[in-house]
């Protein structure tokens, strides 16, 4: 298979938007589907091209998967960090090591770069990507709780609420 590892173009960032619409759906992935937009994509390609790469199928002339990274710098630290915000590899070329060289080239990448540390994030559940970033050599994996709030309700309660507040007034 003839699969090369580049930068992104700007005429990727359709295909990988729409691939990641497949990949990332409420269904399988609640959470990462949250932030999953076409703003997410184009805030990281405009912040940093070099950190957004694609793995172009030669033959097929497509794109087959991504990694769109961001680096930070802490305030008053020598310490830069990079993050692997999102990784996605189309499922007809799973188990190809795919996902692989996206890491490895962007290891490459921030090594160069001088960063220090590389953080990933992902749901507790989902057990592929929690597997490959063992394999790639990540560890301390804890776990993140995602809270929510139906505002409409709350909106709701507060009506009731103030109900049975001016009941007591009278």
Same mark, same amino acid.
């Given at each position: 298979?003839?699969?090369?590892i580049r930068n992104v173009r700007i005429d990727d960032l359709p295909v990988i938007f729409h691939m990641?619409?497949?990949?990332?759906?409420?269904?399988?992935?609640?959470?990462?589907?949250?932030?999953?937009?076409?703003?997410?994509?184009?805030?990281?390609?405009?912040?940093?091209?070099?950190?957004?790469?694609?793995?172009?199928?030669?033959? @097929?002339?497509?794109?087959?998967?991504? $990694?769109?990274?961001? &680096?930070?710098?802490?305030?008053?630290? /020598?310490? +830069?960090?990079?993050?692997?915000?999102?990784?996605?590899?189309?499922?007809?070329?799973?188990?190809?090591?795919?996902?692989?060289?996206?890491?490895?080239?962007?290891?490459?990448?921030? @090594?160069?770069?001088?960063?220090?540390? $590389?953080?990933?994030? &992902?749901?507790?559940?989902?057990?592929? /990507?929690? +597997?490959?970033?063992?394999?790639?050599?990540?560890?301390?994996?804890?776990e993140h709780v995602y809270m929510s709030m139906n505002l409409e309700n709350l909106g709701r309660q507060?009506?009731?609420?103030?109900?049975?507040?001016?009941?007591?007034?009278?």
């Amino acid at each position: 298979m003839g699969v090369e590892i580049r930068n992104v173009r700007i005429d990727d960032l359709p295909v990988i938007f729409h691939m990641g619409e497949e990949l990332f759906t409420s269904q399988r992935h609640s959470n990462l589907y949250r932030t999953w937009d076409e703003f997410e994509v184009t805030a990281l390609y405009q912040s940093d091209p070099d950190l957004c790469l694609v793995a172009w199928d030669e033959e @097929k002339e497509k794109v087959v998967g991504f $990694l769109l990274a961001t &680096t930070y710098e802490k305030t008053g630290s /020598a310490w +830069s960090y990079g993050h692997i915000a999102w990784l996605g590899v189309e499922p007809l070329y799973g188990r190809a090591g795919l996902g692989t060289s996206l890491f490895n080239a962007i290891i490459e990448v921030m @090594k160069n770069r001088g960063i220090r540390i $590389l953080i990933i994030d &992902t749901q507790a559940d989902n057990k592929t /990507a929690i +597997s490959f970033f063992e394999r790639m050599g990540f560890s301390q994996t804890t776990e993140h709780v995602y809270m929510s709030m139906n505002l409409e309700n709350l909106g709701r309660q507060s009506q009731s609420e103030q109900k049975k507040s001016r009941r007591k007034q009278t």
